[in-house]
């Protein structure tokens, strides 16, 4: 279960982060002009001494290109020539990190095969393969962070990656207000500022004139119904269900607070009765006769 962080308003709590979306290999960093993402050093953030796949988990990268990064003070004489041992053609010439060059090695040879013969060179402070790295759809919301159910980095001290993939789920899709999620709970805060785009409403109904408008026996049952009170008015008493409200459908990167698993449906509530069994046919009946 996700924390949930207590408060008048709480639904769960963060740290935002930007959306991005695609794949995009280390040299690409570079050549679309993210010159400050291009300033990281590819040699400190992989794998040292060649490509990862011999250590068992294959991080894919692009066949027949190879980063080279010489020590300082490496001629340009003998960087050409140790390209020229391999027949390997430099294709990018980096200004950051100094004397990082991209190669293009013969069809001939694999990345592997190219990366140990650069690695044999005195000259050469390391070699990697160009890495493609995938960049997930990651919401703004301040407190998605929290959410380790969803992503989970260890950034709570938990296990990384025990989480539900979200962001690899939102590559694909975020959801869609065209689905309407049925709530049975302790109803829900239809006016939280991070619930109410997407909180549905019933079209037949008119809000607050105490008349049952469209007839289906609640009167002003707008966002649901409490079929404890027998009422149109399912707001929350409890908390819970405003809770499970957020982790299901929670606005999705909207800089508030937290994105549930869909960031657009609807939830549609039904706060059921605690003294008779009547309200598993009353709520049942209202979500199919007004959703
Ligand atoms: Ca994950
Ligand atoms: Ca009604
Ligand atoms: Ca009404
Ligand atoms: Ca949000």
Same mark, same amino acid.
């Given at each position: 279960?996700?924390?949930?962080?207590?408060?008048?308003?709480?639904?769960?709590?963060?740290?935002?982060?930007?959306?991005?979306?695609?794949?995009?290999?280390?040299? *690409?960093?570079?050549?679309?002009?993210?010159?400050?993402?291009?300033?990281? $050093?590819?040699?400190?953030?992989?794998?040292?001494?060649?490509?990862?796949?011999?250590?068992?988990?294959?991080?894919?990268?692009?066949?027949?290109?190879?980063?080279?990064?010489?020590?300082?003070?490496?001629?340009?004489?003998?960087?050409?020539?140790?390209?020229?041992?391999?027949?390997?053609?430099?294709?990018?010439?980096?200004?950051?990190?100094?004397?990082?060059?991209?190669?293009?090695?013969?069809?001939?040879?694999?990345?592997?095969?190219?990366?140990?013969?650069?690695?044999?060179?005195?000259?050469?402070?390391?070699?990697?393969?160009?890495?493609?790295?995938?960049?997930?759809?990651?919401?703004? *919301?301040?407190?998605?962070?929290?959410?380790?159910?969803?992503?989970?980095?260890?950034?709570?001290?938990?296990?990384?990656?025990?989480?539900?993939?979200?962001?690899?789920?939102?590559?694909?899709?975020?959801?869609?207000?065209?689905?309407?999620?049925?709530?049975? $709970?302790? %109803?829900? *805060?239809?006016?939280?500022?991070?619930?109410?785009?997407?909180?549905?409403?019933?079209?037949?109904?008119?809000?607050?004139?105490?008349? $049952?408008? $469209?007839?289906?026996?609640?009167?002003?049952?707008?966002?649901?119904?409490?079929?404890?009170?027998?009422?149109?008015?399912?707001?929350?008493?409890?908390?819970?269900?405003?809770?499970?409200?957020?982790?299901?459908?929670?606005?999705?990167?909207? %800089?508030?607070?937290?994105?549930?698993?869909?960031?657009?449906?609807?939830?549609?509530?039904?706060?059921?009765?605690?003294?008779?069994?009547?309200?598993?046919?009353?709520?049942?009946?209202?979500?199919?006769?007004?959703?």
């Amino acid at each position: 279960m996700m924390k949930q962080v207590s408060g008048s308003r709480g639904i769960t709590a963060g740290v935002g982060a930007i959306a991005l979306l695609g794949l995009i290999s280390c040299a *690409d960093i570079e050549n679309t002009g993210e010159k400050e993402a291009a300033l990281t $050093d590819p040699g400190q953030s992989m794998q040292p001494g060649g490509p990862n796949v011999a250590q068992g988990k294959k991080q894919p990268y692009k066949s027949g290109e190879v980063l080279v990064r010489f020590k300082s003070g490496t001629t340009s004489i003998r960087s050409a020539a140790v390209h020229a041992g391999i027949a390997a053609q430099v294709v990018h010439e980096y200004h950051a990190p100094s004397s990082l060059q991209l190669v293009r090695v013969p069809q001939s040879m694999s990345v592997e095969k190219a990366i140990e013969a650069y690695q044999r060179d005195p000259e050469v402070l390391y070699a990697d393969p160009n890495y493609i790295y995938e960049l997930n759809v990651v919401p703004n *919301d301040p407190s998605f962070n929290e959410l380790w159910g969803m992503h989970n980095t260890g950034q709570l001290g938990g296990v990384f990656d025990t989480d539900i993939n979200a962001p690899e789920a939102w590559n694909i899709t975020t959801g869609s207000s065209d689905v309407v999620i049925g709530l049975l $709970d302790t %109803g829900v *805060d239809y006016n939280h500022p991070d619930l109410a785009a997407n909180i549905f409403t019933n079209p037949g109904e008119i809000p607050g004139n105490g008349i $049952d408008d $469209d007839g289906n026996g609640w009167i002003d049952d707008v966002h649901g119904i409490d079929a404890t009170a027998e009422s149109g008015n399912p707001m929350d008493t409890d908390g819970h269900g405003t809770h499970v409200s957020g982790t299901m459908a929670a606005r999705g990167n909207n %800089g508030i607070g937290v994105a549930g698993v869909s960031w657009n449906a609807k939830i549609v509530t039904c706060r059921p009765s605690t003294r008779s069994a009547r309200w598993t046919t009353s709520c049942s009946a209202w979500i199919t006769s007004s959703s």
